[in-house]
Antibody, heavy 122, light 106 residues
């Protein structure tokens, strides 16, 4: 059960920032970490990082460190992913996904948002 | 980092065929492996977790097996709804996805 609903498509210029939202419903928002996964056009899936909605703790992969900021607003069951310093290579679909944590402390993803297309164009 | 390699990258099959997709890890991931199905323009959908556990609501024609470094996703009798791209993902230490296998109509 549950649903993740993301904000709509964005078009940004190089050097700009984008902020994508992901609103959770139908389950306990604070009980599951949320990850962000990127999919370049016609390519595979790339994990970007996670946020713990309870504590606000975050971690991101080295590739995006310094450019990605993940936050949450527990009052409206929503997490956000902001990416700064956009380049043409950041054109992609960005997904939020609910992490099912295992005893390894890592996740598989059982619930996904519908995706948000971010297009970087001059 | 552990690398995940899927084969084949594309597979052509007919309705009713038995289909097998392989995912190999560059080092052991024990049984910490998931499989997803993705259709064009849609989000991935979880099929299998912990290598062989079927996610609730997923048809029983899907099955997963393997441990360590070699895993398989099997569709016992391919249905029209199954033409899609399939990804494996390990979650042993860190997490990474395989490159995907596209299942096409033959």
């Amino acid at each position: 059960q549950g649903q993740l609903v993301q904000s709509g498509a964005e078009v940004k210029k190089p050097g700009a920032s984008v902020k994508v939202s992901c609103k959770a419903s139908g389950y306990s928002f604070i009980s599951y970490d949320i990850s962000w996964v990127r999919q370049d056009p016609g390519q595979g899936l790339e994990w970007m990082g996670w946020i713990n909605p309870l504590s606000g703790d975050t971690a991101s992969v080295e590739k995006f460190q310094g450019r990605v900021t993940m936050t949450r607003d527990s009052s409206i069951n929503t997490v956000y992913m902001a990416l700064s310093g956009l380049t043409f290579d950041d054109t992609a679909v960005y997904y939020c996904a609910r992490g099912m944590i295992s005893s390894t402390s890592w996740y598989y993803f059982d619930l996904w948002g519908q995706g948000t297309l971010v297009t970087v164009s001059s | 980092d552990i690398q995940m390699t899927q084969s084949p990258s594309t597979l052509s099959a007919s309705i009713g065929d038995r289909v097998t997709i392989t995912c190999r890890a560059s080092q052991s991931v024990s049984s910490w492996l998931a499989w997803y199905q993705q259709k064009p323009g849609k989000a991935p959908k979880l099929l299998i977790y912990k290598a062989s556990s079927l996610e609730s609501g997923v048809p029983s024609r899907f099955s997963g097996s393997g441990s360590g470094t070699e895993f398989t996703l099997t569709i016992s009798s391919l249905q029209p709804d199954d033409f899609a791209t399939y990804y494996c993902q390990h979650y042993n230490s860190y997490l990474t996805f395989g490159g995907g296998t596209k299942v096409e109509i033959k």
